[in-house]
């Protein structure tokens, strides 16, 4: 069965590396995720990874912080989740690549475009830390960027939850998922699926999105064969 998707862009939040412990890693957890990306590795589909820093940093914890250091510690987050996912790929027998885009030069390689889609048609994992590198911008932001910019054919987000729904299924019982939705109207109807900036690049560039639960690993290669999983954003 081929793939529906050649080349991926997977965003990881990094609350789902943390386990149940909801801080810093587990690397069981981790192990279980890097297994559901082999397999999509092992498909022959090239995987971009865009990974998250919340299971270390939330932004300005204190309130008062000023918002660009807050954001350059929360980059670091990113950094260090990185090398960890790389660490546990690298274990399981994939190439791997970690590029940032804050220059790190002693531990990852700094993110040139062309470089990272020559290690894509390489074979390699690639995975980006750092976000876009500059402050006010989230993970989400810098997972559509990166996405535009490899030419990733859609953007798959790993949440807690298991697609889109009309309002917080955490609060609201009789909240219901949609199976399909225009990223108009998860924008007019602000849905909370992702910034503002990174649905809008999204839409600029056409690139589908699909949402879905990471609790299940195997949902990464489901959604990449094009089997229904969780939410697909148009």
Not at 88 to 104: A, H, K, P, Q
Not at 178 to 189: A, E, F, M, R, S
């Amino acid at each position: 069965m081929e793939p529906k998707y050649k080349r991926v862009l997977l965003k990881l939040s990094g609350e789902s590396l943390a386990g149940e412990a909801g801080t810093g890693l587990d690397f069981q957890t981790i192990d279980k995720i890097c297994r559901g990306i082999k397999k999509c590795s092992d498909a022959g589909i090239q995987i971009g990874i865009v990974v998250g820093g919340g299971n270390y940093w939330r932004g300005r914890s204190s309130g008062t912080m000023d918002r660009t250091r807050a954001d350059h510690i929360g980059m670091l987050a990113t950094a260090m989740n990185a090398l960890a996912v790389a660490d546990v790929l690298e274990s399981m027998g994939l190439d791997v690549r970690v590029m940032t885009s804050i220059f790190m030069q002693q531990i990852a390689e700094p993110y040139i475009r062309n470089k990272a889609i020559r290690h894509l048609e390489k074979g390699r994992v690639l995975i980006f830390g750092c976000g876009t590198g500059s402050p006010f911008f989230s993970t989400d932001t810098a997972s559509s960027l990166r996405a535009a910019e490899i030419e990733a054919d859609v953007m798959l987000k790993a949440t807690m939850v298991d697609g889109v729904y009309d309002k917080d299924p955490h609060k609201y019982d009789d909240a219901v998922r949609y199976d399909t939705i225009k990223l108009d109207d998860v924008l007019t109807q602000h849905l909370g699926v992702m910034d503002a900036t990174a649905a809008a690049m999204c839409a600029d560039n056409d690139i589908p999105i699909i949402v879905f639960s990471i609790d299940d690993p195997d949902n990464i290669y489901r959604a990449c064969m094009g089997e229904q999983v969780g939410t697909l954003v148009e």
